[in-house]
């Protein structure tokens, strides 16, 4: 049986392009992923990065939804030290009221951005220090079981919406082992660890009501093209943009400047970021990816498709469903 496949939309924002357009491209490929089977499609809180517009996590969530019809929508995640679990599982059982049995909440410790943008979002740096008891206290909310006496999630309370723990370290690997949960791992930016969290992940888990067995869902990056130059001249692109949004502070540079910056130190750790990606024919990249579920333990891939251009985004993903085996919807 083929490895489910599910998809994770940065709604990304390219040069002179609005958020409007980015979100009507983010709708295009809900729809797509739908007929072509993916599992879900999870969007990421991120604060003050131009390049992606999908902050209003809940909200995009809600439009998306409301533009498809069966695949399963969700975050990745929501960065809890940002909120109070209150407002989360208000916001989320709001969500699953409206959309029931189609919403997933994935949970990450990360603030999602800066210093200065977390001054801006009224958060402590030392919030992360309590998300372990902030899980704890939504997970309350949902199953009805309120740990705060006399405050109750509404709506919220008793839709049990399925959480998921997001990282890319052993801590996050302890935690969701420790409370039974599903472990998504951040390899399509981070994937030094990853061996390693999962083995721990695995080894440590502990049967929950929510979950029997431990699920790995491994973050991948994938480029897959009608030809191997064109997925590479796409992947060219995408790390080129990575020079101005991680090293250049917003500056843009041109493509000649990218390259120079790319074989530096600080470039090649941006390399080190993108090293989890499959990128070439559909072919190819299939037979990366069977490789990566091995090297991974996954049993889940949630597949990231960073090309710059909507058109090459879409073709990545019905090229990775055909190749792979998902089943077209009726």
């Known amino acids: 049986m083929p490895i489910p496949l599910s998809i994770l939309d940065l709604a990304l924002t390219g040069p002179g392009q609005t958020a409007r357009e980015s979100f ?15 599992r879900r499609i999870w969007y990421a809180e991120h604060h003050n990065i131009s390049a992606i517009s999908s902050s209003a996590t809940a909200v995009l969530i809600a439009h998306i939804a409301s533009q498809t019809n069966s695949i399963r929508l969700g975050a990745a995640g929501i960065m809890l030290p940002n909120h109070s679990p209150l407002v989360i599982a ?80 052993l801590f996050g690997a302890h935690l969701a082992a420790a409370l039974g949960l599903p472990y998504g791992f951040a390899s399509h930016f981070a994937p030094a660890a990853l061996e390693e969290a999962v083995a721990v992940y695995r080894r440590e888990f502990r049967p929950s009501r929510q979950l029997e067995r431990p699920w790995v869902i491994a973050g991948v990056n994938v480029i897959a093209a009608e030809t191997s130059a064109s997925a590479q ?98």
């Not at 206290?137 to 949902?142: D, K, R, T």
């Open 90 to 169: 208000e916001q989320f059982g709001t969500l699953e009221s409206l959309h029931p049995g189609r919403i997933d909440l994935g949970l990450g410790r990360a603030p999602g951005t800066d210093q200065k943008t977390l001054r801006a979002l009224r958060r402590e740096p030392l919030a992360a220090d309590r998300f372990p008891e902030d899980v704890l206290e939504l997970q309350a909310f949902f199953s009805g079981e309120s740990l705060i006496p006399g405050v109750e999630a509404t709506p919220g309370k008793g839709l049990k919406v399925p959480l998921y723990l997001l990282g890319s370290s």
């Open 233 to 330: 001249t796409q992947f060219r692109a995408v790390k080129r943009a990575r020079v101005s949004t991680f090293l250049g502070k917003g500056r843009r540079f041109s493509d000649e400047e990218a390259d120079v910056l790319l074989a530096s130190p600080a470039g090649m750790q941006l390399e080190e970021m993108v090293s989890c990606s499959a990128v070439g024919t559909g072919a190819e990249v299939r037979a990366w990816l069977e490789r990566f579920v091995v090297r991974a333990q996954a049993d889940e891939l949630i597949t990231v498709h960073p090309s710059p251009a909507i058109a090459d985004r879409l073709c990545s993903v019905e090229l990775l469903a055909i190749v792979m085996g998902q089943v077209a919807a009726a």
């Open 24 to 38: 009507a491209a983010s709708v295009a490929l809900a729809q797509l992923a739908e007929r072509w089977g993916y």
